[in-house]
């Protein structure tokens, strides 16, 4: 059997989520599958702009829930003939009047949780899901809704919750197996212990897909989007980024780590447990044979295999001749911030141990630069430290791939073709494993970067 799907890019609309319908019913006249699909296209983002307007008081949210139903219902117009649409729109109906009175609450108390947050996103796959197992089953394939929240099983840390997957592998086998008809299953939502509403974080659906395939022991997760596989660099920035046929798993998690959105970067992670492989694939071009991510993937001849980008960072750089051998500074540096709930994205510190430098995204800067203020404030005050400098408007850049390990000169070569465009680098981290080169420039030089570098490793390689 496999699991199969759907992104919201793919399920825009009536007319895409048609064309969809029909790849996945084919794929079922020959085997068993398991349907997974995200919200439409942009109703996350609105069901996030609609929280962010109630909690400020701001009546717009409800303009964005009557955009949302009225996309609905353009949908369920197209997709269903009068009297078959009724209980669809009913049901569609009474979940977003369900999450109107959610709003009117949060505009009530002028606050809206991470909690909260949570359970206002889940109605963009909770309605997306409840439509197109509806439209299945009266186009003459039985299908069944299924909310994740009934079998995946997280922890509290709501926006991006961990999964435990003890529990939650026996629920999706009791919930799945012997099911009549197509399951049709929310991506992206779960629970807690308790049965609070959670997320999986933003493209999570992708995860939902590979803990299915995982507890189902599939014979393969397809995650279908909108381009034609995982790219050797970001479409819309590079022009010249090519198709990858086949990538390891460690290399997919590096490239989606730091930004390549394609995927998610813990969908490998069920996978590697139960040695399945991922594949992605285009809707807009069902023939092409997408992309391979598996244990044992070939890469190709090229030094690199990717290159991925993470936009809108800050760079922290603690300086100070009094930190030169005294050990527990970046232990407390790395508390603070943990503490803080600051998520470092890259570390580097000079080994002369005279700066410590880290990367964290811009909205969590300054609330960084505060808590370490007042973690070094002795240290601060009897100049141990000389200055907590905060650069913005910074952009990361990974090269990411298997080839890098033991091939000399890799970085000789990045650097001078970034020196040659006049591109300056702020920072540098490699990891150990010498699966990945990050460095850090001006957000103004993104494009520039992410071209010089394609260019200088894969394509002048080819
Ligand atoms: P979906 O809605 O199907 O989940 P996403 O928008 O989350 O789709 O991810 C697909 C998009 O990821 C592509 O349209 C592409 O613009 C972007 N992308 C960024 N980096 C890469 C990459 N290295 N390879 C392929 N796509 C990439
Ligand atoms: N709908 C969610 C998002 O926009 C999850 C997903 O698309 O995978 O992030
Ligand atoms: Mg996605």
Redesign the pocket.
């Known amino acids: 059997m496999k699991v199969m799907k759907?992104?919201?890019?793919?399920v825009k609309d009536a007319e895409k989520i048609q064309h969809v319908i029909d790849i996945a019913r084919r794929a079922a006249s020959s085997e068993p599958v398991v349907l997974v699909f995200?919200a439409m296209?942009g109703i996350t983002d609105m069901l996030i702009d609609a929280a962010t307007s109630a909690e400020k008081g701001d009546p717009a949210y409800r303009r964005l829930v009557e955009e949302i139903r009225s996309r609905q219902k353009e949908a369920i117009a197209a997709l269903f003939s009068r009297k078959e649409s009724e209980s669809t729109a009913k049901e569609i109906d009474t979940l977003l009047d369900e999450l109107s009175d959610i709003l009117h609450g949060v505009e009530l108390v002028r606050e809206c949780s991470a909690r909260t947050l949570d359970m206002v996103m889940s109605f963009g796959e909770r309605i997306n899901c409840r439509l197109i197992a509806e439209y299945l089953s009266v186009s003459g394939t039985p299908a069944q809704f299924v909310d994740a929240r009934s079998m995946i099983v997280t922890d509290s840390s709501h926006g991006s919750a961990k999964v435990d997957f003890e529990a939650t592998y026996p629920l999706i086998r009791q919930t799945l197996s012997g099911m009549e008809g197509i399951p049709v299953v929310t991506g992206f939502i779960a629970r807690t212990e308790k049965g609070v509403t959670t997320t999986l974080g933003r493209?999570g659906?992708?995860y939902t897909a590979s803990l299915i395939g995982a507890a189902l022991d599939a014979d393969r997760v397809e995650?279908?989007?909108?381009?034609d596989?995982?790219?050797?660099?970001?479409?819309?920035l590079v022009q010249s980024?090519f198709v990858l046929p086949e990538i390891s798993i460690e290399d997919a998690m590096e490239?989606s780590y730091f930004?390549?959105?394609?995927i998610h970067p813990y969908t490998m992670i069920p996978a590697v447990d139960r040695n399945i492989a991922i594949y992605i694939k285009n809707t807009l071009n069902p023939a092409a044979p997408g992309t391979r991510i598996a244990a044992e993937a070939q890469g190709g001849s090229a030094p690199i295999t990717?290159i991925?980008s993470i936009e809108n960072v800050s760079l922290i750089n603690i300086e100070g001749g009094g930190m030169l051998g005294h050990p527990g500074v970046a232990s407390r540096v790395f508390s603070a911030l943990a503490d803080a709930s600051v998520n470092i994205i890259m570390i580097s510190q000079a080994s002369s141990e005279h700066s410590i430098c880290m990367v964290c995204r811009e909205k969590e800067a300054s609330r960084a630069v505060a808590a370490l203020k007042t973690e070094l404030a002795d240290e601060l005050r009897y100049r141990m430290i000389q200055n907590i400098e905060l650069v913005k408007e910074l952009e990361i850049i990974a090269v990411v791939g298997e080839n890098m390990r033991g091939t000399p000169g890799i970085s000789g070569r990045l650097f001078s073709a970034l020196g040659q465009a006049g591109i300056n680098v702020l920072a540098i981290a490699q990891g150990s494993s010498e699966r990945n080169i990050s460095f850090v420039i001006h957000r103004d030089d993104r494009a520039s970067a992410l071209n010089v570098v394609h260019k200088a490793f894969l394509e002048d390689a080819e």
Do not use: M
Request: negative net charge; proline residues 3%; without cysteine.
């Open positions: 759907f992104g919201g890019s793919s995200s296209k493209n659906s992708d995650i279908w989007t909108d381009v596989g995982v790219l050797s660099a970001d479409p819309r980024a490239l930004g390549a959105e394609v990717g991925a």
